[in-house]
T-cell receptor, first 108, second 113 residues
Framework: SQQGEEDPQALSIQEGENATMNCSYK?????LQWYRQNSGRGLVHLIL?????REKHSGRLRVTLDTSKKSSSLLITASRAADTASYFC????????FGKGTRLHILP | EAGVVQSPRYKIIEKKQPVAFWCNPI?????LYWYLQNLGQGPELLIR????????DSQLPKDRFSAERLKGVDSTLKIQPAELGDSAVYLC???????????FGPGTRLLVL
C-alpha cells in the first residue's frame, strides 16, 4: 500500500482542548490536503497547503508542512463536540494518496 | 449547489453477482474520481477521469472492475463478478478545473455475502 500514515491513529480529548494530528508521506507532492469524515458519510475538504508553503490557517485550523521531513500537522484549537470525526491527509502530485486517518473523539 | 450524488446508498449481493454504482458529479466539474474505502482505512483511488478520458486507472483491478464516463458527466463503476473482499464503501468525488479541492458524495456501502 502507498498510503501515508497519520499519527496518532486515535485521539480522545476534552472539549475546549487543542487537538494535533500528524501525517507522514512518502512521495513528492504538489500539495497536501486535509479532509474530515463524519461516521458513515463522505469526506469534507478542510484545508489545502502547497509544497512551497510552510503554514496555513483557516478558522480554528492550523496546518504546517515540512517537505524536508515529508510531514504535515493539523491543529484544531478550542475543540468542540462537532469536531468528533476521522481526519485524513491526502497528498497530490501525479498520484493522489490518502492516509489511514486519525479518529478524533471530543469528550464533553 | 447540488452536491455529488451517488446511488444506491447501500447494496447487498451474493458473491459472483455483478453490481454497478452510479455517480453524478457537481455541475461543471470535469474531473471525477472513484475511490474504495475499507473499514478503518483511508480512501484508495481506483480511477480518475478528466472529462471522458481515464487519466489514472493504475489501481483499478481490471479483471473484474470497469468504469465508464460517457459524455463526460455521470459515471458508472461496475464489478463483475463480485468477491467477498469487495465489501467496502465506494466513494465518488469531483473537482472543477479551477480548484484542486475534491467534493465527495456520500458513498455506496457494498456488502458481498
Amino acid at each position: 500500500s502507498q498510503q501515508g500514515e497519520e499519527d496518532p491513529q486515535a485521539l480522545s480529548i476534552q472539549e475546549g482542548e487543542n487537538a494535533t494530528m500528524n501525517c507522514s508521506y512518502k512521495t513528492s507532492i504538489n500539495n497536501l490536503q486535509w479532509y474530515r469524515q463524519n461516521s458513515g458519510r463522505g469526506l469534507v475538504h478542510l484545508i489545502l497547503i502547497r509544497s512551497n508553503e510552510r503554514e496555513k490557517h483557516s478558522g480554528r485550523l492550523r496546518v504546517t508542512l515540512d517537505t524536508s521531513k515529508k510531514s504535515s500537522s493539523l491543529l484544531i484549537t478550542a475543540s468542540r463536540a462537532a469536531d468528533t470525526a476521522s481526519y485524513f491527509c491526502a497528498t497530490f502530485d501525479d498520484k493522489i494518496i490518502f492516509g489511514k486517518g486519525t479518529r478524533l473523539h471530543i469528550l464533553p | 449547489e447540488a452536491g455529488v450524488v451517488q446511488s444506491p446508498r447501500y447494496k447487498i449481493i451474493e458473491k459472483k453477482q455483478p453490481v454497478a454504482f452510479w455517480c453524478n458529479p457537481i455541475s461543471g466539474h470535469n474531473t471525477l474520481y472513484w475511490y474504495l474505502q475499507n473499514l478503518g482505512q483511508g480512501p484508495e483511488l481506483l480511477i480518475r477521469y478528466e472529462n471522458e478520458e481515464a487519466v489514472d486507472d493504475s489501481q483499478l483491478p481490471k479483471d473484474r472492475f470497469s468504469a465508464e464516463r460517457l459524455k463526460g458527466v455521470d459515471s458508472t463503476l461496475k464489478i463483475q463478478p463480485a468477491e467477498l473482499g469487495d465489501s467496502a464503501v465506494y466513494l465518488c468525488a469531483s473537482s472543477s478545473p479551477y480548484q484542486e479541492t475534491q467534493y465527495f458524495g456520500p458513498g455506496t456501502r457494498l456488502l458481498v455475502l
